[in-house]
């Protein structure tokens, strides 16, 4: 059995694949640092090769939070678009009430 001794508190994310909170940084998407500590290789390796992989949830918990990223950003997308089109259909309003 392979201990990967984890006393700290690390990124799961990070762990797993890779975490989502370095991604987008200074955009409006900005998820904000992790306040975690992301692990050296080393011990990225070793959870992949030990008998923990897959069983302790973090892959789920991963999915989980990277599904929720997606829904927030096609939510934002959605009331852009919306708004892009109230504003459009206010233009033409405008504009035929000038001529």
């Avoid at 201990?3 to 990124?11: A, E, K, Q, V, Y």
């Avoid at 050296?40 to 070793?46: A, D, E, I, L, R």
């Avoid at 997606?70 to 009430?97: C, F, S």
């Amino acid at each position: 059995k392979q201990n990967i001794g984890l006393t700290i508190r690390f990124c799961k994310y990070f762990l797993v694949k890779f975490c989502p909170h370095d991604l987008f940084t200074n955009t409006k998407a900005d998820l904000a640092p992790a306040n975690t500590q992301h692990m050296t290789s080393k011990y990225v390796k070793t959870y992949h090769t030990s008998q923990r992989w897959k069983t302790m949830g973090y892959e789920e918990s991963f999915l989980r939070f990277l599904e929720s990223v997606v829904e927030d950003m096609e939510r934002k997308i959605k009331r852009q678009h919306e708004r892009l089109e109230h504003d459009e259909r206010y233009m033409k309003a405008e504009t035929r009430k000038s001529r």
